[in-house]
């Protein structure tokens, strides 16, 4: 029997792993492991004898030999305990993931290490992604370190700072004249000629595994007893479900027991269709032109499986919420003041823990943890070194190679 | 007998622990511990079971009581082997220690985590630091953590991103038209009025015994051998300090033996003290009109005791030496096409393993490890969000706050 296979999320099809992350009922594929066989051979006392690293839950993540690990030293980043917040909000426990220590400053190191790792495995050389930013600059600085080829197209108004990083880390690299689903469909065109792997949210099963990890890491740095709520800033949503399976995994192996945390979504009011899709029970993405909120990795308007994420959302009791633009740059002053490099989308889970805790939703007596997933420093407004070419299609970035010689 | 006291690096007098770092006969005084009682009470292979941070050497660090601690999340940062460097270059290993994974993005935060621990044990209530700027932002973090004031002086030409992080972590911030040494006279003449505890490089014995934890680290996780060189980006020294001090303490612990590594200090060529110094044999800072190097955390034309930092280097049969601007951009270039986001600081020393490598002084079965002290992203030519006082002087600071109202 193979150690790992996938399963559709929608429609439960079991099929043979392969690099594709999407089933031909439109579900996700999420990726299955023989968890009696783990139980049986991983002892979870065991984990504190292997590296501070995502790879020390190895037999979790979908890479068949050891060999394959593209790392550049991700995970088990910090939860820090926030005392004064605690005092001030009336809350027992808050705790910050600090994701921004991850090697490219945010969250999506793991994701793209768990993702380029099997990338390499499969002998795939070259990937694209269509990214608000953080994911576009992990992916980059991940295939570098593969030694494989990477494309990034991110929107016109990603932070400079971000474009720089896929710069540095040798990207070609474009901005699209539209939103991230804009730059989704420029790779899809392209995909064939230019010899692009998608690496698309949900396109392929290796991200959601990476930042399974962050589920797993919490878990274990709470000493296996999971908080009662877990704000999290969702774009796309891999994370959040990512970190739901993790939890089902636990259950499985029994490394956890009882009852899950209640997950939360954060949105930016400008561009929430999560919120809006629990509050009236229909997922309706919304057009270009009403999308409002700033460029970060929240504004997603058509996340690939938002149902998936409103289900999760709904089994675990949680909730999702739109917070302003007020609201969260109130909360990154606030996160600074306390001694954090905050992105506006950590920032965003603090503004909207203020508001479940206003709401009554959050009781005084329970756990919270809060993920910071990028540093503060990325989002100032700062033009990248380099011209970085514009483009609205693919002909145009087709166009763009010609005139230049380049890819 | 108390758990630790003083000694003076240059007349070897011994003290009782206080928070002047500053030996009367001009030396510094450097942190004892009993280590014959830490050797019989921790083995070293009990270490594994502590926390993935700098902590888990709490009994080599001044920290009373387990409580005064300070923490943001910081060290146990990841040590990165870089296999097609290797290559490139025909040596054995090479290791990134990615020390800009720490909390406020580079290796100022494991000094500030222990000195504010201690300073907040010692009953301070406002800290100033002189800085090139990453120790400004990790002292505004962790006095932000501890509920301290702060007050940052930084050079003009300081890179904006990170007097952006001073402001955010609420630190009262000023820019110095001078250099580094401009910026600690104001807070000389400033301490008694304005209530400052001047917390800059030396000054107390807090921030060399943070810095140690670099050396601590390095060769746990090597599994107690150290590499035969280390090189390091020097700017103040008290980073050489520390990890040599590290050493010695871990020899006399018997937790490694044999041969230490050689400590090669790099600096940018238009300021390199200690460079000359090994040259020369004298050391004699140069003018400020002679500094034509980048606004860095190498530049520091007068580091407190530069003499202790040539000793230290002589004693390890290492070297100094400098780099030019167009070396270190090249090698951050490098370092970028790897996948690391590097500092010009720890560019530098890539740029100096070539140029080691070339002269034949690092031989091909030799193993090497470069700091890379702190993340590419703070390093963009980007203003400031908020106007930042300039001032030449103390009384212009005092000018400044009178006009304003403010502290």
Known sequence: MDRFWQKCARCARTVRFSLNGRCACGGTLLVQYDLERIRAAVRKSALKDRPAAMWRYKELLPIARERSIVTLGEGWTPLLRMKPLERKLGIRYIGVKREEQNPTGSFKSRGFASTISLLKEHGIDYVAVPSNGNAASAMAAYAARAGMRAAAIVPRDCPGIIIEGCLRYGAATYVVDGLIHDASRIIEEGAAEQGWFHAGTLKEPGRVEGKKTMGLELAEQLDWKLPDVIIYPTGGGSGMIGMWKAFQELLELKWIGGKLPRMVSVQEAGCQPLADAMR?????????????????GLRVPNPPDGELVVHIIKQSQGTAIGVTTEQIDEAQKQMGRLGISSSPEGAATLAGLVQLREAGWIRPGESVVLFNTSHADKYVSWT????????????????????????
């Open 280 to 296: 009236t029970g229909a997922f309706v993405p919304p057009a270009a032109e009403e999308v409002t909120s700033k460029p970060t």
């Open 384 to 407: 990248p070194s380099a011209a970085v070419p514009v483009v609205r299609s693919y002909s145009e970035l087709r166009q763009h190679q010609q005139q230049t010689g380049g890819s």
